[in-house]
């Protein structure tokens, strides 16, 4: 008997960074329940699924009682006795209840918590869990991504740049990855003890970036590594999201914390000399959003030896990620499902990565919860690499939790390959 939806319930939860968000619960004819959380972005590209707020003066406007409502009066009505399974047909069901591009009528924080809780739903309806509904038989564990020092929109912009993160890379296995990068956190910690009292922690659960200047994070972050006994660029390499819409304005680059402002070449060889003195394997919006100029140039130059990732830039819109593989800008995409605004589109938007021969990183937002879609989507679609934040905090350890579950209850599998296999110590 073909399951369909009898109730979609929406209520106000709270996010890590104390802002009110939008769960959603669907239940089904045959007694079963999905459940999701909209997560939120702090640093979010202009063309992505509008956060819907409520304005005003509560909770400095940033309530959302319209995307509850919006939900509950508009969304439920029109998905009722729809078939659970189905989920392009529920997606598409959204997409024609607010068919402006960027979700500003409903909200993408109230579509993306329906079509995530539709897919928990279903999954639960066909008894499987969710990673296995999306793909029965994974073959790989994506490898994490991991932040260890948090900056930009997400530190208050005591530096520039948003996020130092790591990747394991001679790690085969997850757990073992996930221990390379605490090891690597915990000896960053000890850095900025030695440094200081000024011992905190930014949005994702990475360090504070109590640093005078960018590149004193990534020097930082380097000798963390090295003082683990693990090699920087072998065992353990470096990532950064640049986030550079934050502070580009007419192709110009504002480094407020170091009182500078750069033309396009001048950044880019910053940057670039960045990824030849550190051992760098990825970065992630390296130029503007409104750029593409200077993000054809940067994949250019660097992207033989380092992934070049779309974020803004790509706003996990499929056609987008067509252009601009068609221009040679980027060669990954990250992908947000609440950039997208349904599960559907956000995985026309990986399928499209991949026909363009790029890799793919599945992400988190600055503003989570105990919500674990990420980590099922990423395995239910393969993904190359997750992204979620710091190894501290529960909304990000969640995820990676949620991760070693899934590997356990596979048998161990291996991680996938990261595309860059090493950079050597400089
Ligand atoms: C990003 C994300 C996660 P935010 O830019 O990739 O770090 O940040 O959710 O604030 O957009
Ligand atoms: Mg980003």
Same mark, same amino acid.
């Given at each position: 008997?073909?399951?369909?939806?009898?109730?979609?319930?929406?209520?106000?939860?709270?996010?890590?960074?104390?802002?009110?968000?939008?769960?959603?619960?669907?239940?089904?004819?045959?007694?079963?329940?999905?459940?999701?959380?909209?997560?939120?972005?702090?640093?979010?590209?202009?063309?992505?699924?509008?956060?819907?707020?409520?304005?005003?003066?509560?909770?400095?406007?940033?309530?959302?009682?319209?995307?509850?409502?919006?939900?509950?009066?508009?969304?439920?009505?029109?998905?009722?006795?729809?078939?659970?399974?189905?989920?392009?047909?529920?997606?598409?069901? /959204?997409?024609? !209840?607010?068919?402006?591009?960027? =979700?500003?009528? *409903?909200?993408?924080?109230?579509? %993306? $918590?329906? @079509? #995530?809780?539709?897919?928990?739903?279903?999954?639960?309806?066909?008894?499987?869990?969710?990673?296995?509904?999306?793909?029965?038989?994974?073959?790989?564990?994506?490898?994490?991504?991991?932040?260890?020092?948090?900056?930009?929109?997400?530190?208050?912009?005591?530096?520039?740049?948003?996020?130092?993160?790591?990747?394991?890379?001679?790690?085969?296995?997850?757990?073992?990855?996930?221990?390379?990068?605490?090891?690597?956190?915990?000896?960053?910690?000890?850095?900025?003890?030695?440094?200081?009292?000024?011992?905190?922690?930014?949005?994702?659960?990475?360090?504070?970036?109590?640093?005078?200047?960018?590149?004193?994070? /990534?020097?930082? !972050?380097?000798?963390?590594?090295? =003082?683990?006994? *693990?090699?920087?660029?072998?065992? %353990? $390499?470096? @990532? #950064?999201?640049?986030?550079?819409?934050?502070?580009?304005?007419?192709?110009?680059?504002?480094?407020?914390?170091?009182?500078?402002?750069?033309?396009?070449?001048?950044?880019?060889?910053?940057?670039?000399?960045?990824?030849?003195?550190?051992?760098?394997?990825?970065?992630?919006?390296?130029?503007?959003?409104?750029?593409?100029?200077?993000?054809?140039?940067?994949?250019?130059?660097?992207?033989?030896?380092?992934?070049?990732?779309?974020?803004?830039?790509?706003?996990?819109?499929?056609?987008?990620?067509?252009?601009?593989?068609?221009?040679?800008?980027?060669?990954?995409?990250?992908?947000?499902?609440?950039?997208?605004?349904?599960?559907?589109?956000?995985?026309?938007?990986?399928?499209?990565?991949?026909?363009?021969?790029?890799?793919?990183?599945? @992400?988190?937002?600055?503003?989570?919860?105990?919500?674990?879609?990420?980590?099922?989507?990423?395995?239910?679609?393969?993904?190359?690499?997750?992204?979620?934040?710091?190894?501290?905090?529960?909304?990000?350890?969640?995820?990676?939790?949620?991760?070693?579950?899934?590997?356990?209850?596979?048998?161990?599998?291996?991680?996938?390959?990261?595309?860059?296999?090493?950079?050597?110590?400089?």
């Amino acid at each position: 008997m073909t399951d369909v939806v009898t109730a979609v319930h929406a209520r106000r939860v709270w996010d890590s960074r104390g802002r009110p968000t939008v769960e959603v619960e669907v239940s089904t004819r045959l007694g079963h329940r999905g459940r999701a959380i909209a997560p939120a972005g702090a640093s979010r590209g202009s063309g992505e699924a509008t956060d819907l707020r409520d304005g005003g003066a509560r909770l400095g406007g940033l309530d959302v009682r319209r995307a509850v409502a919006n939900v509950t009066e508009r969304i439920a009505p029109a998905l009722l006795g729809h078939p659970v399974g189905d989920q392009p047909g529920i997606d598409a069901v /959204l997409d024609a !209840l607010d068919p402006s591009p960027t =979700r500003s009528d *409903l909200g993408g924080n109230a579509t %993306v $918590a329906v @079509s #995530l809780a539709v897919l928990h739903a279903a999954a639960a309806s066909a008894g499987l869990s969710t990673w296995r509904y999306l793909n029965p038989r994974p073959t790989r564990i994506p490898r994490p991504q991991v932040q260890v020092i948090g900056g930009g929109a997400h530190a208050a912009r005591r530096v520039d740049l948003q996020d130092f993160m790591v990747v394991p890379l001679s790690a085969t296995r997850i757990d073992e990855a996930l221990e390379h990068v605490a090891e690597v956190y915990l000896s960053v910690g000890r850095i900025f003890a030695e440094r200081g009292p000024a011992l905190g922690v930014a949005d994702e659960g990475g360090f504070w970036p109590a640093v005078a200047r960018n590149e004193e994070a /990534l020097a930082i !972050l380097t000798d963390g590594i090295g =003082r683990t006994g *693990l090699v920087p660029g072998v065992d %353990v $390499a470096i @990532s #950064l999201d640049i986030a550079a819409s934050e502070f580009e304005r007419d192709g110009r680059y504002h480094l407020a914390s170091e009182d500078r402002v750069l033309d396009r070449d001048a950044w880019r060889a910053v940057v670039e000399r960045w990824l030849a003195d550190y051992p760098v394997v990825a970065v992630e919006d390296p130029a503007g959003e409104h750029d593409p100029e200077s993000m054809r140039a940067f994949t250019d130059a660097v992207g033989d030896r380092a992934l070049v990732v779309g974020d803004d830039f790509l706003v996990t819109d499929p056609a987008r990620i067509e252009a601009a593989a068609a221009t040679g800008a980027c060669n990954t995409a990250l992908i947000k499902v609440n950039q997208a605004g349904t599960v559907t589109r956000t995985a026309r938007a990986h399928q499209a990565a991949r026909a363009a021969g790029w890799s793919t990183i599945v @992400s988190a937002r600055s503003g989570e919860t105990e919500d674990v879609s990420v980590a099922h989507l990423a395995v239910g679609w393969d993904a190359d690499v997750l992204k979620v934040g710091s190894i501290t905090r529960s909304e990000r350890t969640a995820k990676w939790n949620e991760l070693i579950r899934i590997d356990d209850e596979l048998g161990g599998l291996p991680l996938a390959p990261f595309p860059i296999r090493s950079v050597a110590r400089r």
